[in-house]
Nanobody, 131 residues
Framework: EVQLVESGGGLVQTGGSLRLSCTASGFTFDDHAIGWFRQAPGKRREGVSCISSVDGSSYYAKAVKGRFTISTDNAENTVYLQMSSLKPEDTGVYYC????????????????????????WGQGTQVTVSS
């Protein structure tokens, strides 16, 4: 059974940092792209960052580029999202997601992640940035 469990959210002041974790089970990162998404109240879920299993390339939404960094620890089957210089507009529920990326599907992660590209989702973790 595929499971994704996020952690690390919380309340932080503007300019602060947080590191989110997403621990996966039931699959490995060898053939799955991993994405981070967020959803603010009353807004659509949007892609934040993703990392490809093909070559480890990472991609970021314009709003977070230069402030967020995605990384993986394959031994722990965990993906991280290091968030720095946080702004109030970064507030929302953050989700990690996974999708198969293999010889059949080809590369999926080739730009900022899109919701409809991902099949497996975690339950989310709340990030609140106070002004």
């Amino acid at each position: 059974e595929v499971q994704l469990v996020e952690s690390g959210g919380g309340l932080v002041q503007t300019g602060g940092s947080l590191r989110l974790s997403c621990t996966a089970s039931g699959f490995t990162f060898d053939d799955h792209a991993i994405g981070w998404f967020r959803q603010a109240p009353g807004k659509r879920r949007e892609g934040v960052s993703c990392i490809s299993s093909v070559d480890g390339s990472s991609y970021y939404a314009k709003a977070v580029k230069g402030r967020f960094t995605i990384s993986t620890d394959n031994a722990e089957n965990t993906v991280y999202l290091q968030m720095s210089s946080l702004k109030p507009e970064d507030t929302g529920v953050y989700y990690c997601a996974a999708t198969v990326e293999d010889a059949y599907t080809g590369r999926v992660a080739s730009g900022p992640p899109q919701v409809n590209e991902y099949d497996y989702w975690g339950q989310g973790t709340q990030v609140t940035v106070s002004s």
